[in-house]
């Protein structure tokens, strides 16, 4: 089964936007739009730091 995370990096990967895969995640895993903004956070915080 896929992850949050897994499914964000995916889209990113195809040149979505950042919009699209927000609302990909909300409903593929039903979550809140707070909820997925976390996980893009989440993502977002680990790209930034494995790009230091």
């Given amino acids: ?11 990113f990967s195809e040149d979505c936007a950042i919009d699209t895969v927000l609302h990909l995640v909300m409903a593929h895993f ?11 956070d989440e993502y977002f915080e680990i790209v930034e730091g494995m790009n230091k």
């Fill in 30 to 40: 039903h979550l809140s739009e707070e909820e997925a903004r976390a996980k893009m």
């Fill in 1 to 11: 089964m896929m992850d949050p995370l897994d499914l964000i990096r995916e889209k």
